[in-house]
């Protein structure tokens, strides 16, 4: 057997934990998490590579109904990729006790497909083996997947176990990316997502999906052996802006403490972060926002 190369997809409802799998199968923190839905709004590649393979998984925003040009974008950066791909991850959770809706538009989409489909039923360290059984059952009479997968996205077994199913599709071929790249995106990009992601963490709920967050300057001084990094801080409303900041400005410092030493342990450097606390009114209908931020 040759070496084998190609793309796999990982698609599903927010939340469900598709960025938990991408970090864990390569070990590195490449999609930003968070309990709150729709943490991830672009499509992000990790790329893991043997002396057997090299598989290119893409990690999605969760398919759901849009209720801004953002959420648009998100929902058509999900679906684009399903025709590119030589194999699709359909991540569903083991706590439902049925099928939802929104799962039965997933699976209406992807019968339309000559992708071959894994089902991975993620969460299962929640449930007892029992209760998980109907749902498996359903899921079959529902659609002829290639196989179904219970796994927890937390567990170090389901690596191994998803990589084996996931390589049987991937034609032979040479390698796209270089041995030793393990994404496809920019520091910079890296950074903003982690500046987010602790927004998602430690603000409150109504405010963390209306922010957005732009690298206005990413500078490596070689001399200071330091990555110097200035971010902006978008929020819909001057309300949220104060929020963001909190009293004497100790919620913006947590934050920043917080992005930047993860964005240290990720590029391997001292890091100066400063960070600015802006509003831009409904800034996700705003097509020139939304192309400054990277969405368009």
Not at 68 to 88: C, F, P, R, W
Not at 196 to 201: A, C, G, Q, S, V
Not at 209 to 219: C, N, P, Q, R, T
Request: aromatic share 6%; hydrophobic share 40%; charged share 30%.
């Amino acid at each position: 057997m040759g070496f084998r190369s190609g793309f796999a997809t990982i698609i599903g409802r927010p939340n469900v934990g598709k960025s938990t799998l991408l970090n864990l199968l390569t070990g590195e923190k490449i999609s930003i998490i968070s309990s709150k839905p729709q943490t991830t709004r672009n499509t992000i590649k990790a790329i893991i590579t043997t002396d057997e393979y090299q598989v290119v998984f893409i990690d999605t925003p969760g398919l759901h109904r849009p209720r801004n040009k953002l959420g648009d974008y998100m929902q058509k950066s999900a679906i684009s990729t399903l025709d590119e791909v030589d194999v699709i991850l359909y991540m569903v959770e083991a706590t439902d006790k049925t099928i939802g809706p929104g799962d039965r538009e997933i699976i209406e989409m992807l019968k339309k497909l000559s992708t071959p489909v894994i089902l991975l039923i993620n969460k299962i360290d929640l449930v007892s083996k029992p209760a998980l059984l109907p749902l498996i059952d359903e899921y079959s009479k529902e659609m002829n997947f290639e196989h179904i997968i219970p796994v927890s996205a937390l567990d170090i077994e389901t690596k191994e176990l998803v990589l084996r199913e996931t390589v049987k599709y991937l034609p032979e071929g040479p390698a796209y990316y270089p041995a030793d790249m393990v994404t496809d995106q920019q520091e910079r990009f890296l950074v903003q997502e982690l500046i987010r992601e602790k927004i998602l963490h430690l603000v409150s709920d109504e405010v963390p999906h209306g922010v957005g967050v732009e690298v206005i300057l990413f500078k490596e001084i070689p001399e200071k052996e330091l990555i110097e990094i200035h971010a902006n801080i978008y929020c819909e409303k001057e309300s949220h802006k104060g929020i963001v900041i909190g009293k004497n400005g100790e919620m913006l410092k947590k934050i920043g403490t917080l992005a930047r030493q993860d964005a240290e342990r990720l590029l391997g450097s001292k890091i100066f972060l400063k960070l600015w606390v802006k509003t831009k009114e409904d800034w996700r209908n705003s097509d020139y926002v939304l192309r400054e931020l990277g969405y368009k």
